[in-house]
């Protein structure tokens, strides 16, 4: 199973992106999915997440202006970026937790670059 990510780039403070996240591969059902960042000298966190009964958590330092969601038919997972900062900054990686051919698993994306500048 691979994750594609899309929807990285460049764009001014204050501004809005959107990321998504798709499955290629046999996933059966999906436990959760998210999204986590990394910035440069500094550890990968998580920024949102969804369970599969749609239980959500966010990053407080993102909460209020960024919104993680799914399209269930798709197994595709979104983050819509609004009022981006400076600081966030980063390179954004896709996680979901799901059932594949092997059993449960953490699969991750490549990663996708977003830079925000001010």
């Known amino acids: 199973v691979q994750l594609a990510e899309s929807g990285g780039g460049l764009v001014q403070a204050g501004g809005s992106l959107s990321l998504s996240c798709a499955p290629s591969?046999?996933?059966?059902?999906?436990?959760?999915m998210g999204w986590y960042r990394q910035a440069p000298g500094k550890q990968r966190e998580l920024v949102a997440r969804?369970?599969?009964?749609?239980?959500?958590n966010y990053a407080d330092s993102v909460k209020g202006r960024f919104t993680i969601s799914r399209d269930n038919a798709k197994n595709t997972v979104y983050l819509q970026m609004n009022s981006l900062k400076p600081e966030d900054t980063a390179v954004y990686y896709c996680?979901?937790?799901?059932?594949?051919?092997?059993?449960?698993?953490?699969?991750w994306g490549q990663g996708t670059q977003v830079t925000i500048s001010s």
């Open positions: 996680n979901m937790n799901a059932f594949g051919v092997t059993g449960l698993s953490d699969y």
């Open positions: 591969g046999n996933i059966f059902s999906i436990n959760a």
């Open positions: 969804l369970t599969s009964n749609s239980r959500t």
